[in-house]
């Protein structure tokens, strides 16, 4: 089955760029997640791409993903305090309906 | 619209007892979703179910039991709860008919003494 896995930890100055990443198993993931949780809260969806696109930017938010490779980052650009949060990966196939998160990596934004 | 709406938002159990969380969407979504979240693992799948009538396992679902009561309301019970159990528990809803993204309740805090 599929599995999603991410580092646990971030740590970078405010105002640097974050780059968080995910590696998936499933070649047949055709959606791709990227959700946030601050603490003592639900997730809530941040952005996602599609497995025929390469990239994807939204305002500071950049999300690349390598299908030769199952690998999918997201860049926050000039990161603010306010962006400390666990951020979850997630993989969906387009015949399956089991969406599998990642482990999360929480990201800490230093003053 | 509410959302996803989870209840109860905290709950402690004694081994042993039962309980069931109760999940409801307003949303018109297929599919259905019930996930455990412990620190250090992230989200793992207990169990979900793509539409109304059907229900499949996830990752983790041994000592749980789900039902879709119909197309707005999913339930996870606990039969006879062991510390194992405890942790925050979040329902989520989609459809890949409109788009895929998944909405999620509040979470359940489930303490297991």
């Known amino acids: 089955g599929e599995d999603v896995e991410q580092s646990l930890f971030l740590s970078v100055r405010e105002g640097d760029s974050s780059v968080i990443n995910c590696t998936y198993t499933?070649?047949?993931?055709?959606?791709l997640y990227w959700y946030k949780q601050e603490p003592g809260a639900g997730l809530q969806l941040l952005t996602y791409?599609?497995?025929?696109?390469d990239m994807k930017q939204d305002q500071r938010l950049t999300v690349l993903l390598n299908k030769k490779d199952k690998h999918l980052s997201l860049r926050i650009a000039d990161t603010q305090t306010g962006d400390s949060a666990i951020y979850f990966c997630?993989?969906?196939?387009?015949?399956?309906?089991?969406?599998?998160f990642g482990s999360g990596t929480r990201l800490l934004v230093r003053p | 619209n509410a959302g996803v709406t989870q209840t109860p938002k905290f709950q402690v159990l004694k081994t042993g007892q039962s309980m069931t969380l109760q999940c409801a969407q307003d949303?018109?979504?297929?599919?259905m979703y019930w996930y455990r979240q412990d620190p250090g693992m992230g989200l793992r799948l207990i169990y979900y179910?793509?539409?109304?009538?059907?229900?499949d396992k996830g990752e983790v679902p041994n000592g749980y039991n789900v039902s879709r009561l119909n197309k707005r309301e999913f339930s996870l019970r606990l039969e006879s709860a062991a510390p194992s159990q405890t942790s925050v528990y979040f329902c989520?809803?989609?459809?890949?008919?409109?788009?895929?993204?998944?909405?999620f309740g509040q979470g359940t805090r489930l303490t297991v003494v």
């Open positions: 949303m018109n979504h297929n599919s």
């Open positions: 179910s793509a539409s109304e009538g059907t229900t």
């Open positions: 499933d070649s047949s993931s055709t959606y």
């Open positions: 989520a809803s989609s459809d890949k008919r409109t788009n895929t993204e998944a909405f």
């Open positions: 997630a993989a969906l196939g387009d015949s399956s309906y089991k969406l599998i």
């Open positions: 791409i599609f497995s025929n696109m």
